[in-house]
Each structure stands twice: as structure tokens, then as C-alpha cells.
């Protein structure tokens, strides 16, 4: 493409919300022949809810709640942020029976597995069952069960463990973007291959995956190992393009050919992608790839 091409193109792109940043982007992403999707917050609506809870321990309701918001108050990830609304709704309708505030030091974030901190003489557990196993709390058959039930309907089960046993677990659900299954099926017509990265568990990612159709999947991938997983991709000389919101995904979509950010992301991920997408809408992977393809055409 020409510069004035480029230009062309930059400032046909921002009145529909899909902000390319100089002439190198735009040049190739109608070369990308596959787009790595990030699961949380890209293709999904990116904000958790809590929908079912289970204590698995004599530990009264309202304590369980307490101490897993003591420890998720600490996280800036959407899952804390769910957990503590869900144990702040619960605080309404009952009355603490924690009278004093409990003494809370050593919180810990463990990148892709949870966070953990001590309460007293409480070693407290919040996340997934990666992290229980790595401290080896035994997972019982009746969280196994609650488990594998929540995952096949998308869920994502968060865990609590006290000193070494796990009292309790919340699921989570994350829908997906009512836009997500028609931009991959489109852009399946355009011969161009989704593929979803994620670090959340298999069942829950496979479930996730077969709502918006896409077949390939890496799940329980480590933060920071995305960037790997597009660089494998590229080995055989295709150009592919990384569509990610969060801090983890910056790497990612630094390491692609064309790095796209959801507006609504967060400002690392903004700064490292070449095209934002504005209106956080998916269909505009699709308008930044068709942008591309005019402004070739065009100056060819
Ligand atoms: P993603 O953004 O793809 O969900 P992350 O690497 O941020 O991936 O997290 C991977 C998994 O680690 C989450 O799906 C969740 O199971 C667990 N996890 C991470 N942080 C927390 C947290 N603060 N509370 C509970 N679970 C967490
Ligand atoms: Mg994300």
C-alpha cells in the first residue's frame, strides 16, 4: 500500500471505531490466515457472575463467603470481582456472624492458578483445581462431581480451601459475545481459521469453544505463554493475527502479525496490539481484515 493508501484506509477506519495504528497493520492483515481468539473478555462478555455456590464443609454459609472475599478483595481478576460481589449480596441478607475483623497478611497471586493468603491461623486457597493439586489439597469426589457438572455447562469453578481441605467452591459463567459464533463462522468463509487461547481448564474451554464454534483450542495455557503458542503458529510462514483485552495478552499480541486490542480491554493490551477495536465488537476483526484487503487492492 501507498502511504496515502494508508491513510485512506486509517481514516475510513476510525469513523467505524476500528483504530489502526500506522501503515504496517493495515498491510497485513489481509494476509492473516488465522486469528487467535482470547477466551475472557474477547469472546466472552468478559464479566463473570457467580451462579451456583456449594459448601462442602460444616462451615457455616455466611463464614465460607466471608473468608473467600477476604482473600479475592486483593485480586484485580474478573473471577475475584465475581466472587466478591456474590459474597457482598450474601452479607445483605445475612447477618455477619464475624464480629471482629479477621487479621489478614501474605496475600499471594499465583499468575493463571488463583490467589492465596493467611487469616489468622487460616491458610486460605481461591482458584482453580491447578492450585489445589500444586499444594496438595486432595480434591474429593463430591468436588469432583460439582466440578465436571458446572464445566459442562461453561462454568467456572473457583475452589476454597482451608488449611489443606477444600470447604467450598462458586461457579462462574462468563457468556459469550451475542456477536461471537457468526464472526467465526465468517470467518471460516474467508478461509481463515479461530483458534481460542486461555488459561481456564479444558472442560470449561472445550464448552466455551463449541458455543462459538471454533475446533482448535489451548486451554490452561500459563500467562505469558500465549505469546509462544502464536510464534509456534507462525513457523510455517502464516500470518496470524492475535485478538486479546487483558495484561496477559500483550505479549501475544506483540509476538502476532497483526495484534488486535477490544477497546474495552486494558491500556497494555491497547498499547501493544496494531489495530483497537473500538466499539469492542468482534465483527470488526472482520471490518479491519476487509480494510486491509481494499487498501491492497487498491495501490496493487
Ligand atoms: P483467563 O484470563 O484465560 O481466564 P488466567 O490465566 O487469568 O486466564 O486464569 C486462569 C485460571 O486461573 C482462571 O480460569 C481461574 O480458574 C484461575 N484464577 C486466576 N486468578 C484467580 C482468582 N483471583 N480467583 C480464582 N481463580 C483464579
Ligand atoms: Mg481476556
Not at 460481589?85 to 479477621?102: D, E, G, I
Not at 489478614?104 to 482453580?128: C, M, Q, T, W
Not at 510464534?231 to 500483550?250: E, H, P, R, Y
Request: hydrophobic content about 45%; overall charge negative; aromatic content about 4%.
Amino acid at each position: 500500500a501507498t502511504p496515502t493508501a494508508v491513510m485512506v484506509a486509517t481514516g475510513k477506519g476510525a469513523p467505524q471505531g476500528v483504530l489502526i495504528k500506522g501503515g504496517n497493520a493495515l498491510e497485513k492483515a489481509h494476509k492473516v490466515k488465522t486469528v487467535v481468539f482470547d477466551k475472557t473478555g474477547t469472546l466472552t462478555v468478559g464479566k463473570p457472575v457467580v451462579v451456583s455456590m456449594k459448601v462442602f464443609s460444616s462451615m457455616p454459609i455466611q463464614e465460607f463467603c466471608h473468608i473467600a472475599e477476604a482473600v479475592e478483595a486483593n485480586s484485580e481478576h474478573p473471577i475475584a470481582k465475581a466472587v466478591v460481589q456474590h459474597a457482598k449480596k450474601l452479607h445483605q441478607m445475612y447477618v455477619s456472624t464475624l464480629k471482629h475483623k479477621a487479621e489478614v497478611e501474605d496475600f499471594e497471586v499465583h499468575a493463571g492458578y488463583g490467589v492465596s493468603r493467611k487469616i489468622g491461623d487460616k491458610l486460605v486457597l481461591v482458584g482453580n483445581k491447578r492450585l489445589m493439586v500444586a499444594h496438595n489439597v486432595p480434591i474429593i469426589s463430591e468436588v469432583e462431581y460439582y466440578m465436571s457438572e458446572s464445566e459442562q455447562l461453561a462454568r467456572t469453578c473457583v475452589l476454597v480451601a482451608i488449611n489443606g481441605m477444600v470447604s467450598g467452591a462458586f461457579a462462574v459463567t462468563d457468556p459469550v459475545k451475542p456477536e461471537a459464533e457468526q464472526v467465526i463462522s465468517f470467518l471460516k468463509s474467508m478461509n481463515i481459521t479461530s483458534i481460542m487461547v486461555t488459561g481456564d481448564n479444558w472442560a470449561t474451554a472445550n464448552a466455551i469453544s463449541k458455543e462459538v464454534g471454533i475446533v482448535t483450542v489451548f486451554a490452561e495455557t500459563e500467562p505469558l505463554r500465549e505469546a509462544d503458542k502464536i510464534k509456534d503458529l507462525q513457523l510455517n510462514g502464516t500470518a496470524v493475527a492475535m485478538v486479546g483485552d487483558g495484561i496477559n495478552d500483550s505479549p501475544a499480541l506483540a509476538a502476532a502479525d497483526v495484534g488486535m486490542a477490544i477497546g474495552a480491554g486494558t491500556d497494555v493490551a491497547i498499547e501493544a496490539a496494531d489495530i483497537v477495536l473500538m466499539k469492542s465488537n468482534l465483527e470488526d476483526v472482520v471490518t479491519a481484515i476487509d480494510l486491509s484487503r481494499k487498501t491492497s487492492l487498491g495501490s496493487d
